[in-house]
């Protein structure tokens, strides 16, 4: 795994174990997986650094499970427990941030800003949940934590 990187895996949504029925636009989706990878910004995006949320699972009646979402943005760090995002430069395109994470004892909640006056990514695709991330060390296929092939 990338040392930079915390990674973390989706365990329950809205305080329900996985899997997690949930509408998709103008469809459903069926959430098996996901995960969180939390980076230092070394690309220059402005903000304290990157996430990528990654959801895993069947869309729109398929049966396949693949990656059925994927957004990376910069986040703003608001303390060492509490972070926002879409952060950093998004701010001079005018979006504020809609969710917030909380990092405690090996997890990471992930919640809507109720009061925010647009919705981005996640809450926008999936609508408002609250999502629950337990550290890891099992990466999924494909995870932004992989060591790059340099590495």
């Given amino acids: 795994m ?9 365990r329950r949504v809205d ?12 469809a459903e989706c069926v959430v ?6 939390i980076r230092p910004d070394l690309a220059h995006f402005g903000g304290d650094g990157i996430i ?14 693949h990656e059925i979402f994927l957004q990376r943005e910069s986040y703003d760090r608001i303390d060492s427990d509490l972070l926002t995002f879409p952060g950093g430069h998004r ?3 005018g979006m504020t941030p809609d ?12 919640v809507p800003i109720r009061s925010a006056a647009a919705l981005h990514g996640l809450n926008a695709v999936v609508g408002k949940h609250e999502w629950s991330f337990e550290r890891s060390n099992d990466l999924l296929p494909g995870s932004e934590a992989s060591p790059s092939p340099e590495e």
């Fill in 99 to 110: 969710m917030v994470a909380h990092e405690r004892a090996g997890w990471l909640e992930l």
């Fill in 32 to 37: 098996t997986d996901g995960d969180i990878v």
């Fill in 52 to 65: 990528c949320v990654r959801l895993i699972g069947s869309a729109f009646g398929h049966p396949q499970v």
């Fill in 91 to 93: 701010h001079k395109q």
């Fill in 2 to 10: 990338d040392s930079a990187a915390i990674y973390y895996r989706l």
């Fill in 15 to 26: 305080g329900e174990p996985l899997p997690a029925t949930l509408s998709y636009n103008t």
